[in-house]
């Protein structure tokens, strides 16, 4: 059984990471509107990730007794200048999740619940990823020409 306290904590990370879902689809839509249909497939998928990572907490809580409790979603951003401020926006994003992880496996750790402790910690090594990925295309982005970006959408289309 977990914690009153932590269920409270997992159920408002499952909206974090249902919010994170809306902002990738709001920036998928953006993306495609613009004709950027290869980083509009990549971000869909992103999109997608994150309501696996929100209905894998939501199976875990179930899992060990708690409430799911979905939350009302905020609204996202719209409109960006560049895609390369997206995927800034992206890379930005992930870090704040990552710190958001890091404070539940510290709350996990101080309610003296490892098994929440060791779930949450699978979704610290994934955000080294997520981190990792968003700021390696922000990289590619800024070294590339107009050709490149082109020669880049097509890369992540890919997908
Ligand atoms: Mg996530």
Not at 2 to 10: D, M, N
Not at 72 to 97: N, Q, R, T
Request: a negative charge; hydrophobic letters at 40%.
């Amino acid at each position: 059984m977990i914690t009153t306290k932590l269920q409270k904590a997992i159920n408002d990370q499952i909206t974090a990471e249902l919010w994170s879902s809306n902002l990738y689809l709001q920036m998928s839509y953006f993306l495609k509107s613009q004709g950027w249909d290869g980083f509009a497939h990549w971000m869909s998928l992103q999109a997608e990730e994150e309501r696996e990572h929100a209905t894998k907490m939501a199976d875990y809580m179930t899992d060990r007794g708690g409430t799911v409790k979905l939350q009302m979603i905020d609204v996202v951003p719209e409109g960006w200048g560049s895609v390369l401020e997206i995927f800034e926006h992206a890379y930005s994003h992930e870090c704040k999740v990552s710190k958001m992880i890091d404070t539940l496996v510290g709350l996990s750790s101080e309610e003296k619940d490892y098994a929440t402790e060791n779930f949450f910690r699978t979704f610290v090594d994934e955000q080294v990823e997520e981190e990792a990925t968003a700021s390696g295309i922000v990289d590619k982005l800024k070294k590339a020409g107009e050709a490149g970006i082109f020669f880049l959408d097509a890369e992540l289309g890919k997908r």
